[in-house]
């Protein structure tokens, strides 16, 4: 079954610290993976996207990582903001055009 | 400002009625998504329109249509329209509509069904 789970569901870490949020996947044949932010409310906006041929891609303080041999993901946020809070949301795409949304994480980073 | 533009912004409307969404994409893509987003729930596909033909359909209901036209706007049809439809609604614009091309996200509709 073609399945997107990311965790953990919610974090609340301090400004200043870092974070890395998972996405694990079951689609095949993959495509991309795809990390979205998405403030309350707004639509989402793409921090990176990554290939079957990619490890790293880094974008900012914003970094995800894939491997693809065991279908995980991860998106790393280095010296958090008071602005990095808001749902961060893995998407992957597979069968060319098929896609499978992630559930979310919601991180909020306190003063 | 991602250059997708949704209207309304806002929609309040009863049980049983039928209402529509619009989207223009931005300017020289080809290719329109919909989304559904209810309340604490991730993102849904519902279809996806490329150069006005349909190219893929996602969850979406039998309630719900949708077209493209020639000017490449989009608009969503969601009728007999029932509380579980509450929802923010997102369009997105790609330029080809393939598998490595970047979605930009409209402001969204937000949906209230009383």
């Not at chain 2, 330029?95 to 970047?102: I, K, L, N």
Request: charged letters at 15%; hydrophobic letters at 30%.
């Amino acid at each position: 079954k073609n399945q997107v789970e990311q965790s953990p569901q919610s974090l609340i870490i301090l400004e200043g610290k870092n974070c890395t949020l998972q996405c694990n996947y079951t689609v095949s044949p993959f495509s991309n993976l795809r990390w979205y932010k998405q403030d309350t409310g707004r639509g989402p906006v793409s921090l990176t996207i990554m290939t079957f041929s990619e490890n790293t891609k880094s974008n900012g303080r914003y970094t995800a990582t894939l491997d693809a041999d065991t279908k995980q993901s991860s998106l790393h946020i280095t010296a958090s903001q008071l602005s990095d809070s808001a749902s961060y949301i893995c998407v992957v795409k597979y069968n060319n055009n098929d896609m499978r949304f992630g559930a979310g994480t919601r991180l909020t980073v306190k003063p | 400002d991602s250059g997708v533009t949704q209207t309304p912004k806002h929609l309040i409307t009863a049980t049983g009625q039928r209402v529509t969404l619009r989207c223009s994409p931005r300017s020289g893509d080809l290719s329109v998504y919909w989304y559904q987003q209810s309340l604490d729930q991730g993102l849904q596909f519902l279809i996806q329109y490329y150069n006005g033909e349909e190219r893929a359909k996602g969850n979406i209901l039998e309630r719900f249509s949708a077209q493209q036209f020639p000017d490449l706007h989009s608009e969503l049809n969601l009728s007999s329209l029932e509380l579980g439809d509450s929802a923010l609604y997102f369009c997105a614009s790609s330029g080809t509509g393939g598998a490595s091309s970047e979605q930009y996200f409209g402001p969204g509709t937000r949906l209230t069904v009383t």
